[in-house]
């Protein structure tokens, strides 16, 4: 059973920058894929970025590539997630998601463990 923990969500003015990151625990970080997704008031879950198990492959929502980086640390058993250029549309609560098989998943519905979602607000 692996435990994920979301930080460093908050408020921040257009143009910011803020750096997410997802705590791991009680599973082998290093074996599962990992993802980024947010959801605004009214609105479905999205995808926004995901990184294979060695942080080698990423992928990233249309709306965020660019300005958004995913990363990983395996030996810290951390993801985070870099934000920059950030925009009032980016206002979500941000969750983080962990997965274990073959291929790298996008679909919210592909992942089996996820944190508690931490607030991120860009003030215009």
């Known amino acids: 059973q692996v435990q994920l923990v979301e930080s460093g969500g908050g408020l921040v003015q257009a143009g910011g920058s803020l750096r997410l990151s997802c705590a791991a625990s009680g599973g082998t970080f290093s074996s599962f894929h990992m993802g980024w997704f947010r959801q605004a008031p009214g609105k479905e879950r999205e995808f926004v970025a995901a990184v294979n198990w060695s942080g080698g492959t990423t992928y990233y929502a249309g709306s965020v590539k660019g300005r958004f980086t995913i990363s990983r640390d395996n030996v810290k058993n951390t993801m985070y997630l870099q934000m920059n250029s950030l925009k009032p549309e980016d206002t979500a609560v941000y969750y983080c998601?962990?997965?274990?098989?073959?291929?790298?998943?996008?679909?919210?519905?592909?992942?089996?463990?996820w944190g508690q979602g931490t607030q991120v607000t860009v003030s215009s």
């Open positions: 998601a962990a997965e274990l098989g073959a291929r790298i998943p996008t679909k919210s519905y592909d992942y089996d463990y």
